[in-house]
C-alpha cells in the first residue's frame, strides 16, 4: 500500500491552517482570503484550502527548529 495522503481536506484541517496562517504566515492568509472573496463558487473555495493546507502541511516541521513568524 502507497503512502500517500488523501486529496480530501477537512474542515479541521483548513481550521488549523488558518490558525497557523494568522499567527506565522498573514501572507498566506491574505491570499486564502484574496482567493475565496474574490469568486463565491465552492470549487475556488476548495481550490484555496487545499493550497493553503499544502503550505501549512509543507511548513509545520520548521516550526520546531525556531523560524520567525512572518510579519
Not at 20 to 46: G, I, M, Q
Not at 51 to 56: N, S
Request: glycine share 2%.
Amino acid at each position: 500500500m502507497d503512502e500517500t495522503r488523501s486529496v480530501r481536506v477537512t474542515r479541521a484541517d483548513v481550521r488549523e491552517a488558518l490558525m497557523w496562517a494568522l499567527e506565522r504566515d498573514r501572507a498566506a492568509l491574505l491570499a486564502h482570503r484574496a482567493a475565496v472573496h474574490s469568486n463565491k463558487s465552492d470549487l475556488t473555495r476548495r481550490r484555496a484550502d487545499k493550497a493553503l493546507v499544502e503550505q501549512w502541511r509543507a511548513r509545520r516541521p520548521d516550526t520546531e527548529q525556531g523560524s520567525a513568524p512572518a510579519e
